[in-house]
């Protein structure tokens, strides 16, 4: 199957912050080395489920993304602030028709911990990958990660677990304890690299025209900064000097993608950052993400594809108006993006109440009556306030 991508129109990035590939191709394709340990005997590789799409990596690697029966890593983030991104990526599947499992035995990655505070330790991170790799293998189900965090992370320790027995022989006993086998999977996938793969099909559906929006997209740093190699790329965007996942997917849904200086710029959420430095946070979000959009680019909206990223770079502008910052942009993901392109309602499966920036003027250019959306969603809490339902169902969300 052949991946055709579109052109992103986008203006030259200012001189000093184009991203090059100055680091030389790494020698060895960690996946290979997958296969070979387990032929050696020391752990089981789950294969990727056909269909799959091939997709090309930054050096020119083809990666395998499942088109369905996926296991679904869900981001303690999402679920927790931010619970339309995850729904969005459910209902893209069930709209698509493409069959995935949703676990309840899935524990958090735990890699905020490793991250933002150090207190954790290799064998325990590793266990926790792979505990929860175990529990898609058991299922039969390839999993398919939400968190760019989680993403980046699990990615980090099979190259870890690749290269030290050592660290091997620890996890295995724990895995051992648990009852559970050791299990890698041939490939670590991330939901956007799912979307991007899809984004096609998205495009067949969609109901709301967006060729009058223009977005702004913010790369998360541990999709593509964190072993860089196994993100994905292509020369018809940004001349493949960007990671392509959230620009491809705008641009299929006829969106302009406009550029911006601080593209490269981590949100300002940083782990640390937003624990020990809130306020620093909120203002790199603000004066040097949001604000440099605003001023460069003029967007509609802007896209991202982590949750930490969601989160800071829509939340922190609310804090910003308490110091006279007026610049403000809607942000979500792409996922809730490609959904409202889909006719997905707003606030039942979108969710999009749950978010700081003003949105309204936005679904009122995608031409969404979000008042009458409001309604029926009000009355959706109602009856659920009455008894008369426990909850919504995706009969409720689809209708």
């Not at 303690?76 to 698509?96: A, D, E, M, N, V």
């Amino acid at each position: 199957m052949s991946i055709s991508l579109p052109v992103v129109q986008s203006a030259p990035a200012p001189q000093g912050r184009a991203f090059t590939r100055s680091a030389p191709e790494p020698a060895e394709d960690i996946r290979e080395k997958v296969f070979e340990l387990e032929a050696k005997g020391e752990w089981l590789v789950a294969r990727v489920p056909e269909p799959w799409v091939p997709v090309t990596t930054k050096y020119g690697r083809i990666k395998k993304i499942p088109l369905q029966h996926s296991w679904h890593h869900k981001s303690c983030g999402q679920c927790g602030h931010i619970p339309g991104y995850s729904t969005s990526i459910f209902w893209l599947h069930r709209k698509l028709g493409l069959e995935y499992n949703d676990p309840r035995d899935q524990t958090s990655c735990t890699a905020w911990n490793y991250y933002a505070s150090a207190t954790s330790n290799s064998a325990a991170q590793a266990a926790v990958a792979l505990r929860n790799f175990a529990a898609a293998y058991e299922t039969g189900y390839f999993p398919q990660i939400h968190c760019g965090t989680s993403y980046g992370h699990y990615k980090e320790v099979r190259a870890e677990l690749v290269r030290h027995p050592e660290l091997r022989a620890q996890v295995r006993d724990i895995m051992g304890k648990l009852g559970k086998p050791m299990v890698m999977p041939e490939e670590i996938v991330h939901y956007s690299e799912w979307v991007y793969a899809v984004r096609d099909r998205i495009a067949a559906k969609q109901v709301r025209a967006f060729t009058d929006l223009t977005v702004t997209v913010h790369p998360a740093c541990h999709y593509y900064k964190l072993v860089q190699e196994d993100a994905i790329y292509d020369p018809d965007v940004y001349g493949g000097q960007r990671t392509a996942v959230v620009s491809a997917v705008a641009q299929a849904l006829g969106a302009k993608v406009a550029d911006y200086s601080t593209w490269f710029d981590c949100c300002g959420f940083g782990f640390r950052h937003i624990l020990v430095q809130r306020d620093f946070t909120r203002s790199f979000a603000v004066q040097r993400k949001i604000q440099t959009m605003k001023d460069e680019a003029n967007p509609d909206v802007t896209l991202t594809h982590d949750t930490g990223c969601v989160t800071t770079l829509d939340k922190s502008q609310f804090a910003a108006q308490a110091h006279g910052k007026t610049a403000s942009i809607p942000v979500m993901s792409e996922a809730q993006f490609a959904a409202l392109a889909m006719g997905a309602h707003p606030y039942r499966v979108c969710q999009l109440h749950w978010h700081s920036a003003e949105y309204r003027p936005l679904l009122e250019k995608m031409g969404i009556d979000w008042r009458e959306a409001w309604r029926e969603f009000e009355d959706d809490c109602e009856r659920i306030k009455k008894g008369e339902k426990q909850f919504l169902t995706w009969d409720d969300v689809d209708a």
